[in-house]
């Protein structure tokens, strides 16, 4: 069964500081690839995606992401973080041809990230 | 604005009873895909309606089931409440993407379920 793994559960950082999200899935075939934001009372929105081509793809708000095949992954990156950018993070993860394009997304099971000022 | 609407935003059941969600999508989305979302996990898909037809279905059980209307929206309902299903449910839709590869759902707020 396919799934995804975030690395960390809970990452604290300062303001300027940079960064790295880990993300690694397990389904051999082709994906679509997905980094969401859930601001403390928001809904779920779309930092970016990735579908093929340029492996390193930048989102909004500063954000890109680099999918790394060989190593089934897809770490979200920023290099100087803002303290507006405490959310938690979700990684997801699309399987190609998987009841046609259409599939589920499947979800680790996130990140906080906490800014401090 | 989330574009995706869901009601009611809270609720609270006792074991055993039945309860219904509600959803509108983003104008232009034809497709309903619902997700359930416990507590310190990430969203679990539970299916996907899309022609008014349940086209795809998570690892939930049958009490978990739902509808679409002509004019797109949707409802899930959850029958024989237990604890367990506390928890957010998000709706989220897209346009149906047919061969294309997915672009990604519009998520709603979601509806906190408690059940006590």
């Known amino acids: 069964a396919q799934s995804v793994s975030q690395h960390n559960h809970h990452v604290i950082l300062s303001e300027a500081a940079s960064l790295e999200l880990g993300c690694n899935y397990s389904y051999g075939g082709t994906v679509n690839l997905f980094w969401y934001v859930q601001y403390p009372g928001q809904h779920l929105q779309l930092l970016l995606k990735y579908f093929s081509g340029d492996p390193l793809v930048k989102g909004i708000k500063g954000f890109e992401a680099e999918f790394i095949k060989s190593k089934f992954s897809f770490n979200l990156r920023k290099p100087s973080v803002q303290w507006s950018d405490t959310a938690e993070y979700f990684c997801a993860v699309n399987a190609r041809g998987y009841g046609g394009s259409q599939g589920n997304l499947i979800f680790g099971k996130g990140t906080k990230l906490s800014v401090k000022p | ?29 034809d497709t309903v895909s619902w997700y359930q979302q416990a507590l310190g996990q990430g969203p679990q898909f539970i299916f996907q309606y899309y022609e008014e037809e349940e086209r795809q279905r998570g690892n939930f059980p049958d009490r978990f089931s739902g509808h679409q209307f002509p004019n797109y929206s949707s409802e899930l309902n959850v029958n024989a409440l237990w604890l367990g299903d506390s928890a957010l449910y998000l709706c989220a839709s897209s346009p149906d993407q047919g061969v294309r590869p997915l672009w990604g759902y519009t998520f709603g707020s979601g509806t906190r379920l408690t059940v006590v």
Request: aromatic share 0%.
């Open chain 2, 1 to 29: 604005d989330a574009g995706v609407t869901q009601s009611p935003t809270h609720l609270i059941k006792t074991r055993g009873q039945q309860v219904t969600l509600r959803c509108s999508p983003k104008s232009g989305h």
